[in-house]
């Protein structure tokens, strides 16, 4: 039975036998996740450039910004974890819509992401303030090294879907990012992609 909403009594996984997960690669739908990660509008307040554009986007409806659907496996060296991350295509003024992006917790470790649709980036970033941003479109997968913070942004007109899989116990550090913030953003402006 599907949880939403990181339902803190979700029942796990067996992770400790075999198992099977379907996952609808066209749509990105992941069948029966133990729990579903949402972030609306309202919850990437001081995320964007332009902070009225979110306010105006939250009056009109607070609109999903993203989901995560993910199994739950015990958060311990040796387990990997994964999910299905669904980006929605959108603006928030001209910046398009983004994850909250993160570090690792155990910064050590590293994450991959097969991209399954959409288009867009995964704008990487170290603790220096150097940056890199990596193109996503369906069939190119990233690799995020350790110690690099990453978020996904959308460029598109469709969900920008990924698989993504990283070590069990890299847990996520939000905080570092909220406060620092990524060297770059990217708008569409006048039809065009600019990264500033
Ligand atoms: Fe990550």
Known sequence: MAHTALDPHA??????IPFGVDIDLVTGAMREPDRVLVRRASDMKGYYKDAAALDRLIAAGDPVHYEVFEKVIPETYGHLLFCISKL?????GDECFMTKGHYHTVSGTAETYLCLGGSGHMMCKLADGSWQAEPMCRGRMVYVPPHWGHRSINTGDDPLLSFCVYPAEAGHNYGDIAVEGF?????IRDGREVIE
């Open 11 to 16: 029942p796990a996984t067996d992770a400790g």
């Open 88 to 92: 929605y295509p959108g603006r928030v």
């Open 183 to 187: 060297p770059r953003r990217v708008f």
